[in-house]
């Protein structure tokens, strides 16, 4: 199929019909499903896309995720995902340090953001590890209690 250029709206729509209607576990999967679109795209336009869209990446490839779920969902989630992906926490003054199983960082990450919780300003995802930076030095050992208290077997859901 030719390239056909098309609005970041047109190609956003295509990532999430991709998504919608297939098991997609890599970029290099969604990529190659725009191919045949006829929408050729970066790496990089890609990853952009796929965070404005809100897509995580969970055991079942990825999802868009609604961002008009109400906060318990949102806190729920976490806790999935924090009991499925999470392997070490620790802090250092303005940061929490999380290190999670391979590929699955954006993932908690992204579950963490959504969970707007006051003391932490925002994250920052790589492959296995996150950054989670905190509004006050002092609120790292809270925040550690809140994570670790959803690791505790037979807490919560």
């Known amino acids: 199929m030719p390239r056909v250029e098309v609005t970041k709206k047109v190609r956003q729509a295509r ?35 796929l965070t404005e869209l809100g897509v995580i990446k969970g055991p079942h490839g990825y999802e868009v995720f609604s961002r008009t779920e109400p906060e318990p969902r949102a806190n729920g989630d976490l806790k999935r995902v924090v009991r499925e992906f999470v392997r070490s926490m620790d802090s250092a003054d303005h940061l929490i340090v999380v290190q999670t199983d391979p ?4 993932t908690v990450a992204a579950h963490i953001d959504r969970a707007q919780w006051p003391e932490i300003v925002g994250t920052i995802a790589g492959d296995d590890t996150i950054f989670i930076a905190l509004k006050r030095p002092r609120v790292a050992n809270k925040i550690l ?12 859901h």
């Open 15 to 49: 990532i999430a019909q991709l998504i919608a209607r297939s098991q997609v576990f890599s970029q290099q999967g969604l990529a190659e499903g725009l191919v045949r679109f006829g929408i050729q795209v970066t790496q990089a336009t890609l990853s952009r896309d």
């Open 103 to 106: 590929g699955n960082a954006h």
């Open 145 to 156: 209690a809140r994570l670790r208290e959803v690791l505790r077997p037979g807490n919560g």
